[in-house]
């Protein structure tokens, strides 16, 4: 049995991919009550995520529109934590390590509170908070203007900073995943901060659950190419594979049972 908020995120999911739901169809294939969607559609909408239509609901923004932070940490919240924790457990004492903003990225922060002899270089706010007082953990932040909300830093400072830095791992967050588009972003200026951190990795890994695929965001950033290392939630599709294949990037599937690692 799913709970509200993974509900709720599923529905979100259908309208991003498909512009609009129905709630008969919804009730359906969610197996609750209409009236249970409706009232899911009356939250969704009370915090601006989708505008209520006669029998369903739509959304009105666009692929430049940016979900808050506080509505994205709200998604899919296991998938993130498996994802982070595996992710974490990857660091190796010694590490340096670009860790990139967003919801998904923070569960890899978490993770590395009480680790020894690390470098963390981040344009994320929240990350650095969370890492400050780490003992055994040098926190460099990139500087840069301050996006308000997101508390992400972005500029010609934090561009600075990962053209001459050098990491052993980054990783990355992204808001879609898509086989023509490649890899995109809400935000141009993020999207900018992010092909800088890019070029520094050693080994690039982007973590992305499965409702970041088919995705495509306003502002493209990486192509597959420029990947060592996908973790994800659930098997990709044949042609995504096939795809990362071609480019030599490595697919972790990370659920609560196991991890399978494709080559």
């Known amino acids: 049995m799913i709970t509200p908020e993974e509900r709720q995120a599923n529905i979100l999911d259908l309208i991003k991919k498909k512009g609009s739901v129905n709630i008969v169809n919804l009730a359906t294939l969610l197996n609750v009550s209409e009236m249970t969607i409706r009232r899911d559609l009356t939250d969704l909408e009370e915090q601006g995520l989708l505008r209520r239509v006669h029998g369903g609901a739509v959304s009105f923004y666009g692929r430049s529109y940016e979900p808050p932070l506080l509505a994205r940490s709200k998604k899919n919240i296991r998938a993130k934590q498996l994802i982070g924790k595996y992710a974490a457990g990857l660091i190796k004492d010694g590490d340096s390590v670009a860790l990139d903003v967003g919801s998904t990225i923070m569960e890899v922060a ?124 659930r098997k990709p599709a044949q042609a995504y594979l096939e795809k990362m294949s071609k480019y030599h990037v490595t697919v972790h599937i990370v659920t609560d049972n196991q991890v399978e690692k494709l080559m």
């Open 110 to 233: 978490m993770n590395l509170l009480g680790r020894n002899n690390l470098t963390v270089i981040t344009s994320s706010i929240h990350i650095a908070n969370l890492l400050a007082d780490e003992r055994n953990i040098r926190v460099i932040v990139t500087g840069g203007v301050v996006r308000r909300g997101e508390r992400s830093l972005i500029g010609e400072f934090a561009h600075k900073v990962y053209q001459e830095t050098f990491v052993d791992k980054l990783f990355l967050g992204t808001a879609g995943f898509d086989l023509i588009a490649g890899l995109t972003e809400f935000d141009m200026q993020d999207a900018h901060v992010k092909k800088e951190m890019i070029r520094s990795g050693k080994e690039v890994y982007v973590l992305a659950d499965a409702s970041k695929f088919d995705a495509v965001a306003f502002s493209h950033f990486a192509e597959f190419s420029d990947l060592d290392h996908i973790i994800t939630n």
